[in-house]
């Protein structure tokens, strides 16, 4: 419920409405500090709910059990899901991989508390087991999590990243990864295809045309919202499909089953309007006074 409520004040409004989920409100007013603060205090976890709604359909479709965003925690907080995923994956691996890439794969029987009741010992002995076979895979230690940061709901964005390493480690062995690993695989490639075609003449370079309107669209939607007078604005340049220049930088940025707009930062994913809360000179310097104008509240 804390979550949805703060989805509300992120997307400025009921999560029902008909409203497109592409044009999120910049929040509350600036005279109401009460629910600035509330707002300022979720909308990290709004910027998760991609990633949890992305998780959420991959887990629906291999395990047969429906996942949601909003229980996405809730579902997983015993580990049983996540020891089923582990069986399941392993069969898969071995269906689709052929006998020599199965070798490099880690295949173990891991053991497993069925009725095991959120918050037992048993939640975390499951969960321990899951991590271990975590790192038999190959899933590095910067993408794991506490036993405690599932089971008491403490590491979401961690479970998160745990999950889509297992999604690209699996790829490799021609499982089905979730939709955000996939867009991994298409930007990788074409940063390939960009660095290869570097010596053609600029004057021989077409001009960009955008062909996927809706993305292009919803990037503009959510770049004048809040709409910025300033002299020196934050710049956004279409530079060919799904590839732009925010600010200095030259990013990626993807749609997410139809309606939500990420930003391929580094190694990871962020929200457009995540990246430009955190980018933006305009907004980061009004988010700045709103939270000193809190702490003056507060006092």
């Given at each position: 419920m804390a979550l949805q409520k703060g989805l509300r004040m992120w997307f400025g409004d009921e999560l029902s409405s008909p409203r497109p989920p592409l044009t999120p409100c910049h929040g509350p007013g600036l005279t109401d500090v009460s629910r600035y603060d509330q707002w300022l205090s979720v909308r990290h976890e709004a910027t998760l709910v991609p990633m949890q709604e992305d998780l959420a359909i991959w887990l629906s479709g291999l395990l047969g059990k429906e996942f949601r965003a909003e229980n996405f925690m809730k579902n997983l907080d015993n580990g049983v899901a996540l020891c089923k995923l582990i069986a399941l994956l392993q069969k898969k691996v071995k269906e689709c991989g052929n006998l020599e890439n199965v070798e490099h794969f880690t295949l173990r029987r891991v053991r497993c508390k069925a009725d095991a009741s959120p918050g037992s010992f048993f939640a975390r002995d499951n969960t321990a087991n899951f991590l271990s076979w975590c790192r038999a895979i190959g899933v590095d230690e910067t993408y794991l999590f506490e036993s405690e940061g599932l089971v008491l709901h403490k590491q979401p964005r961690q479970v998160c990243l745990c999950l889509l390493e297992i999604g690209?480690?699996?790829?490799?062995?021609?499982?089905?990864?979730?939709?955000?690993?996939?867009?991994?695989?298409?930007?990788?490639?074409?940063?390939?295809?960009?660095?290869?075609?570097?010596?053609v003449a600029h004057a021989e370079n077409p001009k960009p045309s955008c062909h996927n309107k809706e993305l292009h669209q919803a990037v503009k939607v959510i770049a004048n919202d809040?709409?910025?007078?300033?002299?020196?604005?934050?710049?956004?340049?279409?530079?060919s499909e799904g590839r732009y220049r925010l600010?200095?930088?030259?990013?990626f940025i993807r749609m997410l089953h139809g309606k939500h707009v990420m930003v391929r930062v580094g190694g990871g994913w962020d929200t457009l309007q995540g990246f430009l809360l955190k980018h933006d000179p305009c907004r980061v310097l009004h988010l700045t006074a709103l939270e000193e104008k809190i702490v003056a509240w507060e006092r």
């Open positions: 690209r480690i699996v790829s490799r062995f021609g499982v089905e990864p979730p939709v955000l690993v996939k867009l991994e695989k298409e930007i990788e490639l074409e940063e390939s295809l960009l660095t290869n075609s570097k010596h809040p709409p910025c007078k300033c002299s020196h604005r934050f710049s956004i340049e279409f530079l600010g200095q930088k030259i990013l």
